[in-house]
C-alpha cells in the first residue's frame, strides 16, 4: 500500500474547498508567475502576497492560513527566519509550509525540511503540476502531524482521568501515603525525624490522609 501511495500521489480529499494560501516573495515578477501558476493547479487558492518579512509577520498575527509558500533569499533573513516564526505563531504554527529555494539549493531544503518545513521546490524549474503536487503533499501531511498531536493529547488525557480516579480511592490513597513516608525516610535518613523541630513535616504527612481531592493541573 505504501507503494501504491507513493505512486498515486498524496489523498487530494487532504485539503479544504478554499485554500486560504500565503505567499512570501520579495519578487513581484516571481508572485505574479506563482499565482498564475496556482490557477492552474485545478485549485480553489484565496492567495494573498507579501513581498518581506515584516508584512508576512503581520499576516501570520491576523489570519490563519492553510499554507504559506515562502521564498528562500530574502533582502533581510532569508526562509529559515520566516519558518522558525511560523513556527512560533499562534495562529499559523501548525499551518503546511513550502520552502521555495533556487537552483543548487539542495543544503538549503534539506535544513528547511529538518526545521518542519512540509517540502519544497526550486524556483526556476517549478511547473503548475508540480506546485498542485507539492501544495496538496504538504496539507496532508500537515493535517497528519495535527491529528498525531490530537490524538496524543487525549490520550494524556485520558491517563490524567484515570490517575485522577485512582486516587480518589481510599485504598489507594491510603498506599499512597505510606509509600510515601517509607520513600521519604530513605532519602532525607532518619536524622530530620530525630530533630526536635518536626512537626512541620509531621503536619505535611498528616495531611495526605486527609480526604481532598488529588488535582492534576
Do not use: W
Not at 505504501?2 to 512570501?24: F, M, Q, V, W
Not at 492560513?65 to 512560533?88: C, W
Not at 503540476?129 to 507539492?134: E, G, K, P, S, V
Not at 521519604?184 to 486527609?210: C, P, W
Request: some cysteine.
Amino acid at each position: 500500500m505504501a507503494l501504491l501511495a507513493e505512486i498515486i500521489g498524496p489523498d487530494e480529499r487532504a485539503h479544504p474547498s478554499i485554500i486560504r494560501t500565503l505567499l512570501l516573495d520579495d519578487s513581484s515578477f516571481d508572485r505574479a508567475r506563482i499565482r498564475r501558476m496556482s490557477g492552474n493547479t485545478d485549485l480553489m487558492v484565496d492567495l494573498t502576497e507579501v513581498c518581506d518579512i515584516m508584512q508576512m509577520k503581520a499576516a501570520v498575527a491576523t489570519r490563519t492560513f492553510d499554507l504559506i509558500l515562502i521564498d528562500y533569499r530574502l533582502p533581510e533573513g532569508d526562509g529559515l527566519d520566516v519558518l522558525a516564526h511560523i513556527k512560533q505563531s499562534e495562529l499559523n504554527s501548525d499551518a503546511a509550509t513550502i520552502m521555495i529555494t533556487g537552483q543548487g539549493d539542495m543544503q538549503t531544503a534539506v535544513t528547511a525540511m529538518r526545521s518542519g518545513c512540509h517540502d519544497f521546490l526550486t524556483k526556476d524549474a517549478m511547473t503548475a503540476d508540480q506546485l498542485r503536487f507539492a501544495m496538496v503533499g504538504a496539507m496532508q501531511t500537515a493535517q497528519e502531524h495535527r491529528d498525531l498531536v490530537a490524538q496524543s493529547a487525549h490520550q494524556r488525557e485520558v491517563i490524567r482521568q484515570g490517575l485522577t480516579a485512582a486516587l480518589m480511592d481510599d485504598e489507594v490513597q491510603g498506599t499512597v501515603v505510606s509509600l510515601f513516608k517509607n520513600e521519604f525516610s530513605k532519602v532525607m535518613g532518619q536524622s530530620i525525624f530525630a530533630n526536635q523541630d518536626h512537626k512541620a513535616l509531621e503536619a505535611l504527612l498528616a495531611t495526605l490522609d486527609d480526604d481532598d481531592e488529588f488535582i492534576f493541573n
